[in-house]
């Protein structure tokens, strides 16, 4: 499968793209420095801002399916998220891609329940804009005619991996490992079980 991946140079989805090689997938990294920082690899790169719908439509062309690994520069960026993930929208319906799995949060919408007291401590105050850009990424998605999923993390942690993770909307959430959350979502871009919906996901 050939894949698309945005915010490939995070924590997150650099773990991911990893993962989606060692599976045997074609990878297309994108981001501002992936031309420099990855030019060992054995990935297709192209550079680029995700706020620049040219360069986003450039990536997307001929992939089989899209990773949105991205996360705010601040915790005032209200625009990283949403008009990024309104530009891969728009590119993937223009390109015929169907498939998108992107990172959300856990505290968005109906999972705002499955937090503990101090995330919803942090999301009312601090966290506040980085919350409603989630919220406003999954409404983008979820409007548009594509076949997509939205993985609410729970807090990340850059403790090893467990190779276990719970995915439920209804239990409680707290922490997952960043490789768990990897590992989850390329697993993800080749299932259905979660097709059209967000999923909530922590460590098991």
Avoid at 3 to 25: D, R
Avoid at 172 to 179: F, H, L, M, Y
Wanted: proline fraction near 3%; aromatic fraction near 6%.
């Amino acid at each position: 499968m050939r894949v698309a991946v945005f915010g490939a140079t995070g924590k997150t989805g650099e773990q991911a793209w990893k993962l989606l090689l060692e599976a045997g997938h074609d990878v297309t990294l994108f981001g501002r420095s992936v031309e420099r920082r990855y030019a060992e690899e054995p990935v297709a790169r192209v550079q680029g801002d995700v706020l620049d719908a040219d360069a986003v439509s450039r990536a997307i062309e001929a992939q089989d399916a899209v990773l949105v690994c991205l996360g705010p520069v601040s915790t005032k960026d209200q625009t990283t998220l949403s008009q990024g993930a309104a530009n891969i929208a728009s590119a993937m319906q223009a390109h015929g891609v169907r498939r998108v799995v992107f990172i959300s949060a856990a505290g968005v919408r109906e999972s705002w329940k499955q937090i503990p007291w101090y995330s919803k401590l942090l999301f009312g105050t601090l966290l506040k804009k980085i919350l409603a850009e989630h919220a406003r990424e999954e409404e983008i998605f979820a409007a548009s005619a594509l076949d997509w999923t939205a993985v609410r993390s729970a807090v990340l942690t850059d403790r090893p991996a467990t190779g276990r993770v719970n995915a439920s909307n209804t239990g409680p959430n707290k922490t997952i490992p960043r490789a768990d959350l990897a590992a989850f979502l390329v697993a993800e871009l080749v299932s259905q079980d979660h097709l059209n919906q967000a999923i909530s996901v922590t460590s098991g």
